[in-house]
């Protein structure tokens, strides 16, 4: 599975592959978004569904793929402290924020930030027209994230500090997206930076939220467990498709068809949340589909 996987980088073939990667992990970030922001506390439901990730990730890290090489344990360490930020920050939005809101800010930050990074750190670089799809898909999320500020009630006290740490996110979402893409294309076995990856990853936010459990009713552990299962695998195949995408191909165009999550992530606010989406709203999440298109057909 490896080889073949490898096999495809660069190839028509692996631009087809990535493409449906980005928008497999567009849809199911969305859904892992929503997961967090639920009923429960966001610290909690990030902390169970990382602790169920880094469980069933242990044997496969450990017995099943190979072990990473040496220069792989700095990078690793590097992706640590990245994403302990990038968490921090993400449940500190959530807190604060009605979903609709801080999602598309968070969202619209990343892949512009993804794009110049990837320039800097794999030379790659947009042409004219591909700058163009990315300036109207962030501009329909921010769009949205601006309308959806003026109609929604929820939370409005605490907005303000949300909106500042959406955009710190979305500058964490840029900075993981692009050293996790030198992390995967830094080892031969992309599986190996995988497992590693979620083993790793999976005991920060459980180790930081281990006072915040004794707060929680007992009737609400098995609801948490089911989410922190659900979630894990919701994981595995979100942001393992991304980081696969990445290698594959082209870095920033990964980054950027992925964010036609906040697509989906408004649907799922209207659908799962309660969260009304109108006319206006829906004009603004085809324009962030068409900015998605631009982007593949002008590259």
């Given at each position: 599975?490896?080889?073949?996987?490898?096999?495809?980088?660069?190839?028509p073939?692996?631009?087809?592959?990535?493409?449906?990667?980005?928008?497999?992990?567009a849809?199911?970030?969305a859904?892992?978004?929503?997961?967090?922001?639920?009923?429960?506390?966001?610290?909690?439901s990030r902390?169970?569904?990382d602790?169920c990730?880094?469980?069933?990730?242990?044997?496969?890290?450990?017995?099943?793929v190979?072990?990473?090489?040496?220069?792989m344990?700095?990078?690793?360490?590097?992706?640590?402290?990245?994403?302990?930020?990038?968490?921090?920050?993400?449940?500190?939005?959530?807190?604060?924020?009605?979903?609709?809101?801080?999602?598309?800010?968070?969202?619209?930050?990343?892949?512009?930030f993804?794009?110049?990074?990837a320039g800097?750190?794999?030379?790659e670089?947009?042409?004219?027209?591909?700058?163009?799809?990315?300036?109207?898909?962030?501009a329909?999320?921010?769009?949205?994230?601006?309308?959806?500020?003026?109609?929604?009630?929820?939370?409005?006290?605490?907005?303000?500090?949300?909106?500042?740490?959406?955009?710190?996110?979305?500058?964490?979402?840029?900075?993981?997206?692009?050293?996790?893409?030198?992390?995967?294309?830094?080892?031969?076995?992309?599986?190996?930076f995988?497992?590693?990856?979620?083993?790793?990853?999976?005991?920060?936010?459980?180790?930081?939220?281990?006072?915040?459990?004794?707060?929680?009713?007992?009737?609400?552990?098995?609801p948490?467990?089911?989410r922190?299962?659900?979630?894990?695998?919701v994981?595995?195949?979100?942001?393992?498709?991304?980081?696969?995408?990445?290698?594959?191909?082209?870095?920033?165009?990964?980054?950027?068809?992925?964010?036609?999550?906040?697509?989906?992530?408004?649907?799922?606010?209207?659908?799962?949340?309660g969260?009304?989406v109108?006319?206006?709203?829906?004009?603004?999440?085809?324009?962030?589909a068409?900015?998605a298109?631009?982007?593949?057909?002008?590259?």
């Open positions: 599975m490896s080889e073949w996987l490898t096999s495809l980088e660069g190839t073939a692996g631009h087809q592959a990535a493409l449906v990667l980005a928008l497999m992990a849809l199911l970030h859904l892992f978004g929503a997961l967090q922001k639920g009923r429960h506390d966001p610290w909690l902390a169970v569904i602790a990730y880094g469980l069933i990730a242990a044997p496969f890290a450990l017995f099943v190979p072990w990473p090489e040496p220069h344990w700095p990078i690793f360490a590097g992706v640590f402290v990245i994403h302990a930020g990038y968490k921090l920050a993400q449940a500190m939005t959530y807190s604060r924020g009605a979903y609709t809101v801080v999602y598309p800010v968070v969202r619209g930050t990343g892949p512009l993804a794009v110049i990074g800097f750190l794999f030379d670089h947009f042409n004219a027209g591909q700058w163009v799809g990315v300036g109207v898909l962030v329909g999320i921010y769009g949205l994230a601006l309308y959806n500020l003026r109609t929604i009630t929820l939370n409005r006290e605490t907005m303000i500090p949300a909106l500042g740490f959406a955009v710190l996110t979305g500058g964490f979402v840029a900075l993981y997206t692009t050293y996790d893409a030198y992390g995967i294309r830094a080892t031969a076995d992309p599986f190996t995988l497992a590693w990856f979620f083993f790793i990853d999976g005991w920060f936010m459980p180790l930081l939220t281990l006072r915040r459990w004794r707060n929680v009713p007992s009737s609400e552990f098995v948490l467990l089911k922190g299962v659900i979630g894990a695998f994981a595995y195949f979100s942001f393992g498709a991304i980081m696969m995408a990445t290698r594959l191909d082209n870095v920033g165009q990964a980054a950027v068809l992925r964010e036609t999550s906040t697509v989906f992530a408004a649907l799922i606010g209207w659908l799962v949340l969260e009304k109108g006319p206006r709203r829906t004009a603004l999440m085809a324009l962030i068409v900015g298109v631009i982007v593949e057909v002008a590259g």
